[in-house]
């Protein structure tokens, strides 16, 4: 990420709200929540820092479970802060451990990709419930 110390990596935490709705075995749709606690600056038109104040991610996605735990992630949404809202594609990758009473704990890797602006990696454990 361009910052206004130069390339690096950021690492900004965050808390998400993942509510899922499986079709059937293989097949569900999802509503993935991210809040970003925490403010930062991003590079924009090489030369302009913006400031990102705690924005809030909210994506719709596609979920395909395409090999016994492994489910693929795909779609879209939006990110929200006080200066932008910026429309975000997202893919991504959970494995899905189940530990009893429909109880699963899941490993997470997102790619969002912000049309035109920055993209940025997610790594996240997710706790889930199904009824």
């Given at each position: ?16 709200l993942?509510?899922e709705?499986?079709?059937n ?7 993935h929540?991210?809040?970003?606690l925490e ?9 302009l ?6 924005p809030?991610?909210f994506?719709?996605?596609?979920l ?7 489910v ?5 949404g ?12 997202r ?15 899941s490993?997470?890797v ?6 035109n ?8 454990i997710g ?5």
């Amino acid at each position: 990420m361009a910052t206004n110390e130069g390339n690096k990596t950021v690492i900004v935490p965050s808390i998400g709200l993942d509510l899922e709705y499986w079709v059937n075995e293989e097949w569900g749709f999802g509503f993935h929540n991210d809040l970003e606690l925490e403010t930062f600056e991003v590079e924009k038109e090489h030369q302009l820092y913006i400031e990102k104040e705690y924005p809030v991610v909210f994506t719709f996605d596609g979920l395909w479970k395409f090999h016994k735990e492994w489910v693929l992630v795909l779609g879209s949404g939006i990110e929200l802060e006080n200066k932008e809202t910026l429309f975000v594609i997202r893919t991504g990758i959970e494995y899905e451990i189940e530990f009893g009473n429909h109880w699963d704990v899941s490993p997470t890797v997102f790619y969002d990709h912000r049309i035109n602006h920055f993209n940025t990696w997610s790594l996240g454990i997710g706790i889930g419930k199904r009824f």
